[in-house]
């Protein structure tokens, strides 16, 4: 058997985050000497833990607005695919931001990481105020785009890149050439990302040192509670929203689409990329859950590259546990900032393992917490990143069947029938095709 290299990554960041709390609580509990003081934690170790969070930070730009632009594009013919296309963007964006304010609300409840001082920082860090809302809705059109990336304002960012992609759709033979130029942007960049993900046991052993050295142990419990906290926000999006959508919206029963979801989410969960399960997500809906390819072979796809609920429940977990962790009080406007941020942001996150820790650094940055606060998560990361990846899946599912239903296509006795799907390929019936 080829050994999996995720899997093999996933035991390093382990292994590392396991060494860094035993020798920064073994630090922390003797006390370091001067010498590893000085050349240890705040030299070697501080120079690549340094390295690693301003290599995340390095590729949000690039990430979001090329990621994003694919992204749009996806759609294709707008003039024939509009009202689908509407349909699913809406769905997706609306799950999204319900998934984040679930998660927020769950976590302003729990409180993880409440009680837990991070100690003293190179920086002080405080909640911002609020913004007025026509102000935030002005801001979202950058006047010089250049500008906004150059700052890093991902919000103005974002709209730039959906004007972009759609513009890119929409000027023919001249588009085209330039999403071929994308496309190659894309895979080279998710090359970066990879080289990147790779140095993350390195990153995750330096940091997690460093904070233990100076906390010990007692960073546990909150990592617990964050743990436990995002794990129920999850469950509450699997086994609760997505089946009231299907319920109220397409009038299908939510128990029959669980049953039927089996495949895909053991596969995304094991793969923790919903790119990877883009094969068994479309046999699935199409198959056994009645969708027609002409509409699954679009929604799936554009699922896989913009709708990530469960990535975007995690930054807000996230930004509350750290924001916690280094006693920083965040205003309801924060939260506002945050679901908002996290719902566009989703949208430029690539159906890549892991990658949702990168644009994570960029909805800290908007309510401006400290990006070194990712590193507290790491460690635990990796599971969660696949429970996720099982909503992410499971959300395409299900947009893809609510659209399918409201354009009258879904196959409903496919949908009801338990066995659906068991026959090969060459016997399986036709589904029919969405009007254009």
Known sequence: MIPNPTSTLTRRIVIAMLAGIALGSTLNQFGPPAWAQLYLLDGILGVVGALFVAALKMMVVPLV???LVVGVTALSDLRTLGRVGAKALTLYLVTTALAVTIALALAAAVAPGGGFN??????SFSGKPAPPLTEMLIGLVPTNPIAAMAEGNMLQIIVFALLFGVAVTMSGARGTHVLKLFNDLDAVIMHMVEW???????????LITRTFATQGLDVLLPLASYFLTLTAALAIQLFVSYPLLLRLLASLNPITFLKKMRDPAAFAFSTASSGATIPVTLRTVE????????IGAFTVPLGATINMDGTAMMQGVATVFIANVYGV?????????????????????????????VTLAMVLGQVGLPVEGIALILGVDRLLDMMRTTVNVTGDCAVSCIVAQSERTLDRAIFDDPAAGSVTAATRRPSPSAPA
């Open 65 to 67: 607005f090329v990621s």
């Open 118 to 123: 991070a100690g003293r920082t190179d920086a």
């Open 196 to 206: 990147i993900m790779r140095l993350a046991p390195y990153g995750v052993f330096a």
């Open 287 to 294: 198959y056994k859950m009645g969708v027609p390819n002409s």
């Open 329 to 357: 009080d965040l205003a309801f406007g924060d939260y506002l900032l945050v679901v908002l941020t996290a719902t566009l942001a989703s949208v430029g996150t690539a159906a890549i393992p892991a990658v949702g820790l």
